[in-house]
């Protein structure tokens, strides 16, 4: 499969199944209505896509500047760490905003998101390797 279809339909299908979790949990267990869940998922989904891009192509940037080579588990770490932790700076606001909450509660709903997303990104790229198949790069 070619490189970029592949990670098309993974990120395609990953953010779907994102929002109807975030959907289900600020509906069910949180009491938000609907329509206001479904646009608050919809919302993190999107911020969350846009910043991947934005932080892979920076942290891209420095590892062609600094000339770093391999990514070891300190570089992944870091790697991992700053995209949360950047995640967190845009969608922190974003929630109490939309769910009308104090930037306290809003960080505790992400909080519990995030750990959620950890487990649910390990199992779904699992998956999806195992359904499509390893990239080239991985072969």
Excluded: C
Aim: hydrophobic share 55%; charged share 15%; net charge positive.
């Amino acid at each position: 499969m070619h490189p970029i279809l592949r990670r098309v339909i993974y990120v395609g299908g990953y953010e779907i199944l994102s929002v109807l979790f975030t959907v289900l949990v600020l509906n069910g267990a949180l009491g938000h209505s609907g329509g206001q869940a479904t646009l608050t998922a919809v919302l993190l989904s999107t911020t969350a896509t846009v910043w991947n891009y934005v932080w892979n192509t920076l942290f891209e940037r420095a590892e062609r500047r600094f000339g770093w080579t391999g990514r070891g588990v300190l570089v992944r770490l870091g790697h991992a760490f700053g995209y949360e932790g950047g995640v967190l700076i845009f969608t922190v606001p974003l929630v109490a905003f939309m769910l009308k909450v104090s930037l306290l509660e809003a960080l505790m709903i992400e909080a519990s998101l995030l750990v959620f997303f950890l487990v649910f990104t390990y199992v779904y790229s699992w998956a999806f390797d195992r359904v499509v198949g390893l990239p080239e790069s991985a072969r």
